[in-house]
Nanobody, 123 residues
């Protein structure tokens, strides 16, 4: 049974940092593209990042490029999202997901995801 459990969310001031973690169980992370998306109240789901399973390349949304860094630790079956220089508009529930993909015309897609972790950016 595929299970993803996010942690690391919380309240942070603008300009601050958080690191989200996603522990995977029931499958081996090595063979999957993994990513993050977020959803703020009243807004559509927004893809944040996706790490390819084939070559490890990572795609980031323009809104987070240069501030967020996604990584994976296959030995721990865990992946991460390091978020720096956080802005109020980054506040959302963040979800980790498998089978992520991004295509210019089709946009983002995700397979299975966890229950989410809340990130609040406020002074």
């Amino acid at each position: 049974q595929v299970q993803l459990v996010e942690s690391g969310g919380g309240l942070v001031q603008p300009g601050g940092s958080l690191r989200l973690s996603c522990a995977a169980s029931g499958f081996t992370l090595d063979y999957y593209a993994i990513g993050w998306f977020r959803q703020a109240p009243g807004k559509e789901r927004e893809g944040v990042s996706c790490i390819s399973s084939s070559d490890g390349s990572t795609y980031y949304a323009d809104s987070v490029k240069g501030r967020f860094t996604a990584s994976r630790d296959n030995a721990k079956n865990t992946f991460y999202l390091q978020m720096n220089s956080l802005k109020p508009e980054d506040a959302a529930v963040y979800y980790c997901a498998t089978d992520c993909d991004y295509a210019d015309y089709e946009g983002w897609s995700f397979g299975s995801w966890g229950q989410g972790t809340q990130v609040t950016v406020s002074s």
